[in-house]
């Protein structure tokens, strides 16, 4: 079956290049059988453990929901990514989704899928583009409400502090969408109580290793720190080993809130090393499934679509670990 | 006196070790407390502790960097090697029963060095038989390298739960950090083997002149074969180090960019990317010179946006101050100082 689909998508490759290709998808026929439709999807890369996870989960909810998945992994390059796309163009898939590797730099190879009257769906990562029309819909975190949640989670635990709290903050690769967003949100909900005080913000560029230089410096230059807001669980895991080899107990002495909630973090947060996990979820299948549908019956789906996703605390970590996926 | 000082000028050590001096100033400045060493929990506990550790994988590569260097090569796979024999320990280590025996982890770290060397001997085939330029040849395998090393971890980071493997990056031998030690070991025995032996003035000779070198019976070809497996070596071990530190094997960032940190500490340390005579106390004082950079962002607390500017400065000044019509410049200053001193002498 998957050999039979090969051979048509060749076949409609060598029309699309002989130039017969006529303008606009397969959508506008109408609603197609889901057996039928075909949905291209262009992923970073395999960059780490969070991202697998998400490959896997859109893989799976494709295979149960029916739908042929045309898969390409750019290794984290653009130009990758973007010849990916433009082969889904030429094979006339139904909908393109992809995750885009940096924000900026997608209006040329968008405006050929559009065009083409292919629909693109933008999945976890968002593009820097001033024509929205270039997609049909985002679905992904909010990054900002993430760096919300974990600035609430700090301004209910020193609710009644009374001498200044100082925090360290592990940024994420600088320049990236979820550094910035995760900053500005935490920086936004703690304003409320002036007693919490950022003494000192570095990039750990996402790594454990870089989590862990960073927090080795600046608990020597700041000796009182009383936590760490780490941009990924990568980071904090680094900071721990950092705070271990300075002597003191992480998630005690020092305590520790990140994002994302992998499973080596979470069990990291079972343990105690670790105080509070707001979740990015990598599992967009289902939703991304929906939109498709929603496409390929004529409906437009909403523009932008947040991930479900929860928080978790030490208790929350040890019930849900036994089921974490990724 | 101005005649030793104008000797200490003109040594070509001179400015590393003066923006190396600058530097601990910046950071005592920001951090009174930087300079202070205390034991805690049965281990040294400072920021230059620190520095040493953390610099001792880009000095353990930056040796066998300056080795390649000194045959007018260079080897940019540097960093994919270090990622390959991390992503090789922690793969056997997990695969393993006991992942924290001892036996084990001296199983994974062997094959880990052994896959190394062959790495190090396929570059020094490209380069000694096939007679590829070394900068091409090395590229194939830092751009492939990664993805040997992705292949193995299958694109995940894998974390090992081995108290043996992590102790190879974050232990204590004597309070002293592991990784400092077996950086101290390999720069002992580069230095010794090629500064107590003839191999360092051959290694030399074949990045001065090839032809010449070879018509005087220095077997070039195998010189090459060995200093790019050295090389790969030291990445590896490097490799494993990173590894060992966080205790896990992370492909995508394991020693990412560890190439240029290596070259720049050969460069910084005086010796010429044209090959020839080299200097391995060089090397060490640029390993420094970088590692210290990096805590002075963390300490002065520069924005991490500025963070790029601030590090091209710095690197900026110094191979200003070292370049030759510098150094011209100095040395006008420096007879006049000498010819006074020698004055002087005339007249007592």
């Not at chain 2, 090789?88 to 770290?109: D, K, M, R």
């Not at chain 2, 094959?111 to 330029?133: D, E, K, P, T």
């Not at chain 2, 050295?230 to 896990?248: D, R, V």
């Not at chain 2, 190439?259 to 640029?286: P, Q």
Request: net charge negative.
């Amino acid at each position: 079956m998957k050999k039979l689909i090969g051979i048509a998508a060749a076949g409609a490759m060598l029309v699309a290049l002989a130039g017969c290709a006529s303008a606009g998808g397969g959508t506008a026929d109408g609603p197609k059988p889901l057996d039928e439709l075909v949905v291209g999807f262009a992923q970073v890369g395999a960059e780490s453990g969070w991202r697998t996870a998400n490959t896997k989960d859109i893989q799976s909810a494709f295979e149960e929901a029916g739908i042929e998945l045309k898969f390409s992994d750019a290794q984290q390059k653009q130009e990758n990514q973007i010849k990916a796309i433009r082969s889904y163009i030429q094979q006339q898939v139904d909908v393109i989704a992809f995750s885009p590797v940096v924000e900026t730099g997608w209006d040329a190879v968008l405006n050929e899928a559009k065009a083409a009257g292919i629909p693109v769906v933008l999945t976890d990562r968002a593009v820097d583009s001033k024509d929205d029309s270039l997609y049909v819909s985002f679905l992904g975190s909010d990054f900002v409400e993430e760096g919300k949640k974990a600035g609430q989670w700090v301004l209910e635990e020193y609710a009644d502090a009374t001498e200044p709290v100082e925090i360290i903050q592990l940024e994420g690769t600088t320049g990236a969408a979820p550094a910035i967003d995760r900053a500005e949100g935490f920086a936004e909900v703690i304003a409320e109580n002036p007693a919490l005080e950022v003494v000192a913000s570095q990039t750990g560029d996402f790594t454990r290793a870089g989590g862990k230089q960073v927090t080795e410096a600046l608990l020597k230059s700041n000796p009182g720190v009383d936590l760490i807001y780490a941009h990924n669980d990568d980071m904090g895991l680094g900071a721990i080993e950092a705070i271990e080899a300075a002597g003191l107990v992480p998630g005690k002495d020092i305590k520790i809130v990140t994002v994302d909630a992998v499973k080596d973090g979470m069990q990291a947060l079972a343990d105690g090393k670790i105080n509070f996990i707001v979740e990015c979820s990598p599992l967009l299948g289902k939703q991304l499934i929906e939109i498709v549908k929603q496409i390929n019956d004529g409906e437009a789906p909403e523009k932008r679509i947040i991930t479900e996703e929860t928080t978790f605390t030490q208790e929350q970590a040890i019930e849900a670990l036994p089921d974490r996926q990724y | 006196m101005s005649a030793v000082l104008a000797k200490v000028v003109a040594h070509r050590l001179f400015w590393p070790v003066v923006m190396l001096l600058i530097l601990f100033t910046i950071n005592l400045i920001a951090f009174p407390g930087f300079f202070t060493i205390s034991v805690r929990d049965g281990h040294l506990f400072g920021s230059l502790i620190d520095i040493l550790r953390n610099g001792a994988p880009t000095l353990i590569i930056a040796v066998g960097m300056t080795l390649v260097i000194a045959t007018r090569g260079i080897d940019l796979s540097v960093g994919a090697v270090a990622a390959i024999s991390g992503a090789v320990a922690c793969s056997i280590i997990l695969g393993s029963p006991e992942p924290g025996s001892l036996a084990t982890v001296a199983v994974a770290v062997s094959v880990a060095l052994l896959i190394s060397l062959v790495l190090g001997v396929w570059n020094g085939f490209l380069v000694a038989v096939l007679g590829i330029q070394p900068i091409i040849a090395t590229l194939i395998l830092m751009t492939a390298g990664r993805g040997v090393a992705m292949l193995i971890t299958e694109g995940q980071i894998l974390t090992v739960n081995s108290p043996p493997f992590k102790f190879l990056g974050s232990g204590f031998w004597f309070g002293v950090p592991i990784a400092v030690i077996i950086a101290a070991v390999v720069f002992g025995l580069a230095a010794l083997i090629t500064r107590r032996t003839a191999l360092g003035m051959f290694i030399e000779s074949v990045g001065i002149n090839p032809e010449a070198s070879r018509q005087a019976g220095v077997r070039a070809r195998g010189l090459l074969f060995a200093v790019y497996t050295f090389c790969a070596f030291c990445a590896a071990i490097a490799g494993l180090i990173l590894t060992a530190n966080t205790a896990a094997a992370d492909a995508n960032n394991t020693g990412l960019f560890i190439e240029l940190d290596a070259i720049l500490a050969v460069v910084i340390g005086g010796t010429s990317l044209a090959g020839g005579r080299y200097s391995l106390l060089g090397t060490l004082v640029g390993a420094l010179v970088i590692q210290t950079l990096v805590t002075t962002v963390y300490t002065v607390g520069i924005p991490p946006i500025a963070t790029m500017v601030f590090k091209a400065a710095v690197v900026t000044v110094v191979c200003l101050l070292q370049s030759p019509t510098t150094a011209e410049a100095f040395s006008g200053v420096r007879r006049r100082l000498a010819l006074r001193a020698g004055k002087g002498v005339a007249a007592s």
